[in-house]
C-alpha cells in the first residue's frame, strides 16, 4: 500500500506570495492532518479534515487554509507567506480519526521563503 | 489541555534495552497515551499506544502506571536505527507534540 505523498517536496518563495501544498493520503484513510515543523516551535497542529469537513484547528492565523477533497486529498494554502513561515509542512492520514487511531505522516514539503 | 513531560535527551548503547519516560500527571479518563517518534529527516512514525494495560508491538512496549500518571516507552535491544526523537502525547481533540527526548545510541 502507498503510504502519504506530499508535493511538491521543496519549494522556495518571496515574501507576500501565496503558496499551496497538496497531500496524498493513504488509500481508504478519510481524515488528513497538517502540521508545521519549525526549530524554534516544533511540531504544531494545523488542522484536521475529515470527509470533506475541517472538523479541528489549532492556532494559525487565518492566512493558513485548508481544504478536503471527495477523494480525501487534501490541499493547504498559505497567502501573504512570512520569513517565519518557512518550515516543513507535513501532513498526516488515518481512517477514521476516531480515537485511538494511528496517523501515517507523508515526508513533508520544506518551504522557505525569502 | 493535558501535557506531557519528557526528559530532552537519553542515551543508550546499541542493544541495551532503553527506558523512555514520560509523565503526564494531568492525564484524564478518556486521553490515550501515543507514542511516535521521529527519525532524522523524516516525518514521525507511529511506535505504540495505550490506555490502561501494558501494551506490546513489534517494535516496543508501552508500560503504563497504574494510576496513568505516567508511562514508559521500552525498546529491548537498541539498534543505531532506533536514534531518533521520542515523543509521548495525549490526544484531546489533536495531537499536540512537546519537545519530546532525543535518544542517542551508541555502537
Known amino acids: 500500500k502507498a503510504g502519504v505523498t506530499q508535493t511538491p517536496r521543496y519549494l522556495i518563495k518571496t515574501r507576500g506570495q501565496q503558496v499551496t501544498l497538496s497531500c496524498s493520503p493513504i488509500s481508504g484513510h478519510r481524515s488528513v492532518s497538517w502540521y508545521q515543523q519549525t526549530p524554534g516551535q516544533g511540531l504544531q497542529f494545523l488542522f484536521e479534515y475529515f470527509s470533506e469537513t475541517q472538523r479541528n484547528k489549532g492556532n494559525f492565523p487565518g492566512r493558513f487554509s485548508g481544504r478536503q477533497f471527495s477523494n480525501s486529498r487534501s490541499e493547504m494554502n498559505v497567502s501573504t507567506l512570512e520569513l517565519g513561515d518557512s518550515a516543513l509542512y507535513l501532513c498526516a492520514s488515518s481512517l477514521s480519526g476516531t480515537e485511538p487511531y494511528e496517523q501515517y505522516f507523508g515526508p513533508g514539503t520544506r518551504l522557505t521563503v525569502t | 489541555d493535558a501535557k506531557t513531560t519528557q526528559p530532552n535527551s537519553m542515551e543508550s548503547n546499541e542493544e541495551e534495552p532503553v527506558h523512555l519516560p514520560c509523565n503526564h500527571s494531568?492525564?484524564?479518563?478518556?486521553?490515550?497515551i501515543h507514542w511516535y517518534r521521529q527519525l532524522p529527516s523524516q516525518g514521525p512514525e507511529y511506535v505504540i499506544h495505550g490506555l490502561t494495560s501494558n501494551v506490546n508491538n513489534r517494535m516496543a512496549s508501552l508500560a503504563i502506571a497504574e494510576d496513568r500518571k505516567s508511562s514508559t516507552l521500552i525498546l529491548h535491544r537498541a539498534t543505531l536505527r532506533d536514534a531518533a526523537v521520542y515523543y509521548c502525547?495525549?490526544?484531546?481533540?489533536?495531537?499536540?507534540f512537546g519537545a519530546g527526548t532525543r535518544l542517542t545510541v551508541k555502537p
Open positions: 494531568t492525564i484524564s479518563g478518556t486521553d490515550y
Open positions: 502525547i495525549l490526544r484531546d481533540y489533536d495531537m499536540r
